[in-house]
T-cell receptor, first 120, second 113 residues
Framework: NAGVTQTPKFQVLKTGQSMTLQCAQDMNHNSMYWYRQDPGMGLRLIYY???????DKGEVPNGYNVSRLNKREFSLRLESAAPSQTSVYFCASSRLPGLAGGLSSTDTQYFGPGTRLTVL | KQEVTQIPAALSVPEGENLVLNCSFT??????LQWFRQDPGKGLTSLLLIQSSQREQTSGRLNASLDKSSGRSTLYIAASQPGDSATYLC????????????FGTGTRLQVTL
């Protein structure tokens, strides 16, 4: 199993350009997430998809859109990139969303290797 | 709003030493708490997950404890090794927030020979 894969690994954009970050998981997980990691701020949730066909905003959704293409794939789109979106982006997945009484193993999030994005 | 703090931000210890990393959170209504490891330029790897009803979890040389009432968790690493050098992050999930995690900013650990 490859786990969680992300493409591209690195990307440089000019202000105003658009791009889509791709994420796929082969663990048959139901839930998928997009985070950004900035120095001194920790990881912050951008969007998540608790199950196929649903998406919800996280803590910092402005400037981003997402698509849960199918159970395996969850993409993040920047329509008009801004320098403030320079960051490292991580995709993650988990077997099930947080269910009361659920097994702890189903709640663990597995992360991809990240995409380092620079917006000039 | 839940805030998660990790102190110290960086720590350097000699090989073989036992050490404790700290994590504190402001809202005690948590569903669970996770400890992750992040190597430079890499993604996060889950180390331990503690449900709100549990007091601790152990995996090998790692032991994580949880005290909900005081809003604290510790990660104890026994007999540290150079391979333990990494950034350690804790993250909490509040009850009723589906799968949303709130992360601390991490402790960067260096274990020296």
């Amino acid at each position: 199993n490859a786990g969680v894969t992300q493409t591209p690994k690195f990307q440089v954009l000019k202000t105003g350009q658009s791009m889509t970050l791709q994420c796929a998981q082969d663990m048959n997980h139901n839930s998928m997430y997009w985070y950004r990691q900035d120095p001194g701020m920790g990881l912050r949730l951008i969007y998540y998809s608790a199950s196929e066909g649903t998406t919800d905003k996280g803590e910092v959704p402005n400037g981003y859109n997402v698509s849960r293409l199918n159970k395996r794939e969850f993409s993040l789109r920047l329509e008009s990139a801004a320098p403030s979106q320079t960051s490292v982006y991580f995709c993650a997945s988990s077997r099930l969303p947080g269910l009361a009484g659920g097994l702890s193993s189903t709640d663990t999030q597995y992360f991809g290797p990240g995409t380092r994005l620079t917006v000039l | 709003k839940q805030e998660v703090t990790q102190i110290p931000a960086a720590l350097s210890v000699p090989e073989g030493e036992n050490l404790v990393l700290n994590c504190s959170f402001t809202d005690s209504a948590i569903y669970n708490l996770q400890w992750f490891r992040q190597d430079p330029g890499k993604g996060l790897t889950s180390l331990l997950l503690i449900q709100s009803s549990q007091r601790e979890q152990t995996s090998g040389r790692l032991n994580a404890s949880l005290d909900k009432s005081s809003g604290r968790s510790t990660l104890y690493i026994a007999a540290s090794q150079p391979g333990d050098s990494a950034t350690y992050l804790c993250a909490v999930k509040l009850t009723g927030t589906a799968s949303k995690l709130t992360f601390g900013t991490g402790t960067r650990l260096q274990v020296t020979l």
